[in-house]
């Protein structure tokens, strides 16, 4: 069994432009959540997956954008990168019906 | 609006000793409560987990207590261990739902 993947581990952006971060869920697993974790701070929900399709956003504009593929992978999409856009991001991966979440180790994005 | 607040910021223990963190939280609506353990570098990992149709619940050292009532829950950590340093982070979810919301994160040094 195969645990979160994340790619790459480490990114730096300029202002202005566009990221594309990716996850790969543990195996068996259909749903994915994405967080956002600023340094000194708690993880915070973006978004979550389920087969496919957004279930549930938390508190960030539109320009925050995800896909989920047919084998449950993910994308994190991010248009328009301000610098207080640094911050060390984190997928993880659950069944919906059962609560546990598991973490990748996350990429940490530096804007600049 | 932080929806589940956590305490202490840091915390120095011992070896040997019991260390306590404190969430509370706001939202009655929240039915599962984790505690998360993070280290430098990495995505957090789950430690323990408890619903709130129970009081208490143990897996080896650690101890989650649980206060409906009050809306409050704890972390102890017994016979603290130097390897026990990491940032420990409260959460809950809703019902139906896993979208995590996260305490700010206690920082944990176990002294040898």
């Known amino acids: 069994e195969t645990g979160v993947t994340q790619s790459p581990t480490h990114l730096i952006k300029t202002r202005g432009q566009q990221v594309t971060l990716r996850c790969s869920s543990q195996?068996?697993?259909?749903?994915v959540s994405w967080y956002q974790q600023a340094l000194g701070q708690g993880p915070q929900f973006i978004f979550q997956?389920?087969?496919?399709?957004?279930?549930g956003r938390g508190n960030f504009p539109p320009r925050f954008s995800g896909l989920q593929f047919p084998n449950y992978s993910s994308e994190l999409n991010v248009n328009a990168l301000e610098l207080d856009d640094s911050a060390l991001y984190l997928c993880?991966?659950?069944?919906?019906?059962?609560?546990?979440?598991?973490f990748g180790p996350g990429t940490r994005l530096l804007v600049l | 609006q932080q929806q589940v607040k956590q305490s202490p910021q840091s915390l120095i223990v011992q070896k040997g000793g019991i260390s306590i963190i404190n969430c509370a939280y706001e939202?009655?609506?929240?039915?599962?409560f984790p505690w998360y353990q993070q280290f430098p570098g990495k995505g957090p990992a789950l430690l323990i987990a408890?619903?709130?149709?129970?009081s208490e619940k143990k897996e080896g050292r650690f101890t989650i207590s649980f206060n409906k009532s009050a809306k409050q829950f704890s972390l102890h950590i017994m016979d603290s261990q130097p390897g026990d340093s990491a940032t420990y982070f409260c959460?809950?979810?809703?019902?139906?739902?896993?979208?995590?919301?996260f305490g700010a994160g206690t920082i944990l040094r176990v002294k040898s």
């Open positions: 993880a991966s659950s069944l919906l019906t059962i609560e546990t979440q598991y």
């Open positions: 195996s068996g697993h259909n749903t």
């Open positions: 997956y389920y087969r496919e399709e957004e279930n």
């Open positions: 939202n009655t609506a929240f039915d599962y």
């Open positions: 408890i619903r709130p149709d129970v």
């Open positions: 959460a809950a979810s809703p019902e139906y739902g896993n979208k995590l919301v």
